[in-house]
T-cell receptor, first 112, second 113 residues
Framework: KAGVTQTPRYLIKTRGQQVTLSCSPI?????VSWYQQTPGQGLQFLFE???????NKGNFPGRFSGRQFSNSRSEMNVSTLELGDSALYLC???????????FGQGTRLTVV | QKEVEQDPGPLSVPEGAIVSLNCTYS??????FMWYRQYSRKGPELLMY????GNKEDGRFTAQVDKSSKYISLFIRDSQPSDSATYLC?????????????FGKGTKLSVIP
C-alpha cells in the first residue's frame, strides 16, 4: 500500500513569490493535516481537512491556505513568501481525524 | 506553560541499553497518544498509538500512558544504532468537531555501537 506522497521534495523560492505544495494521502484516508517543522519551533499545526472541508486551522497568517479535493488529495499555498517561511512542510493522512496519522517525507522549502 | 513538554536531549546511550523517553502534558482533554520516530531529513514515522492509560508493547518498544499524572513514556529495549533518531511524542485533542495533534519538540537519541 502506497504511503503519503508529497511533491515536490525540495523547493527554492524568492521572497515575495508564492508556492503550492501537494499531498496525496494513503488510499482510503479522508483526513489530511499539514504541519510546518522548524528547528526552533518543532512541528506546528497548520490546518486539517476532512471530506473537502477545513475543520481546524492553526495560528498562522492568512498567507497560508489550503484545500482538499474530492479524491482527498490536498494542496497548501503560501503567498508572499518571507524568509521565515523556510521550513519542512509535512502532510499527514488518517482514515478518520482521531485515528493514526501517517506522514509523508515532506517538502523542504527554502526562501532566499 | 506549553501544552506538551519534552526534554530535547540529546540523549546518548550504549548499544543494548534500555532507553526511556518521556513527555508531560497539561491539557486533560488529550485523548490519543502517539510516538513518532524521525530520521534526519525524513518525515516522522509512527511507532506507537494508544488511547487508554497503561502499557502497550510492540516488539522492542513499550508505550506507557498515565493520564492521572499527565505523563507518557516510550521505552526501547536492546537499543540499536539504527534507533538513533529524534523521537516525537504527539497527543490528539477534540477540537471544532475534529481532532488536532499537538507535538512535543522531540528528543534526539544517539545509540553508540
Amino acid at each position: 500500500k502506497a504511503g503519503v506522497t508529497q511533491t515536490p521534495r525540495y523547493l527554492i523560492k524568492t521572497r515575495g513569490q508564492q508556492v503550492t505544495l501537494s499531498c496525496s494521502p494513503i488510499s482510503g484516508h479522508r483526513s489530511v493535516s499539514w504541519y510546518q517543522q522548524t528547528p526552533g519551533q518543532g512541528l506546528q499545526f497548520l490546518f486539517e481537512y476532512f471530506s473537502e472541508t477545513q475543520r481546524n486551522k492553526g495560528n498562522f497568517p492568512g498567507r497560508f491556505s489550503g484545500r482538499q479535493f474530492s479524491n482527498s488529495r490536498s494542496e497548501m499555498n503560501v503567498s508572499t513568501l518571507e524568509l521565515g517561511d523556510s521550513a519542512l512542510y509535512l502532510c499527514a493522512s488518517s482514515l478518520e481525524p482521531e485515528t493514526e496519522a501517517f506522514f509523508g517525507q515532506g517538502t523542504r522549502l527554502t526562501v532566499v | 506553560q506549553k501544552e506538551v513538554e519534552q526534554d530535547p536531549g540529546p540523549l546518548s546511550v550504549p548499544e543494548g541499553a534500555i532507553v526511556s523517553l518521556n513527555c508531560t502534558y497539561s491539557n486533560s482533554a488529550f485523548q490519543y497518544f502517539m510516538w513518532y520516530r524521525q530520521y534526519s531529513r525524513k518525515g516522522p514515522e509512527l511507532l506507537m498509538y494508544t488511547y487508554s492509560s497503561g502499557n502497550k508493547e510492540d516488539g522492542r518498544f513499550t508505550a506507557q500512558v498515565d493520564k492521572s499524572s499527565k505523563y507518557i513514556s516510550l521505552f526501547i529495549r536492546d537499543s540499536q544504532p539504527s534507533d538513533s533518531a529524534t523521537y516525537l511524542c504527539a497527543m490528539s485533542v477534540p477540537r471544532a468537531g475534529s481532532y488536532q495533534l499537538t507535538f512535543g519538540k522531540g528528543t534526539k537519541l544517539s545509540v553508540i555501537p
